[in-house]
């Protein structure tokens, strides 16, 4: 009977791929509509402390570098979303508007009359900042 041998995963593995778990669930939690996607943040957060988690025990136990890229990579990714999350909460009454705005919108050319208001509201905003 032959036997398999198989090789020992280094000890951050473990926590690579739950930082990956998490942060799709923290893709698909921020795909909710405006005031729901702060909920997002919770598997945000712990994905990225799972990655740091794992990138410590990569670095200590001295692992193969593509381990600590693609953690890297993943946690890089995590900032990326928690970014997109909180983005619109900095201009919420624009995001909000515009969100409101595409959920009434049954038409192509309401759509387009939506993005119109949007990027005039954004320019006049940044407008007056400039000032």
Not at 16 to 27: D, M, Q
Not at 85 to 91: G, H, I, R, S, W
Request: a positive charge.
């Amino acid at each position: 009977m032959a036997t398999t041998s198989r090789r020992a995963a280094p000890p951050g593995v473990s926590h690579s791929r739950r930082a990956a778990i998490l942060l799709l669930l923290g893709l698909l939690a921020s795909s909710l509509s405006l005031p729901y996607t702060l909920v997002a943040l919770v598997p945000l957060g712990l994905a990225g402390w799972e990655s740091v988690r794992g990138i410590r025990a990569f670095s200590a136990e001295r692992a193969p570098a593509r381990f600590v890229v693609w953690t890297a990579f993943g946690l890089v990714l995590n900032a990326v979303l928690v970014l997109g999350v909180l983005l619109p909460y900095a201009f919420y009454g624009t995001a909000k508007g515009l969100q409101d705005c595409y959920a009434g919108a049954n038409t192509a050319a309401a759509r387009a009359e939506c993005r119109r208001q949007f990027t005039s509201g954004v320019g006049s905003m940044f407008a007056e900042l400039g000032r």
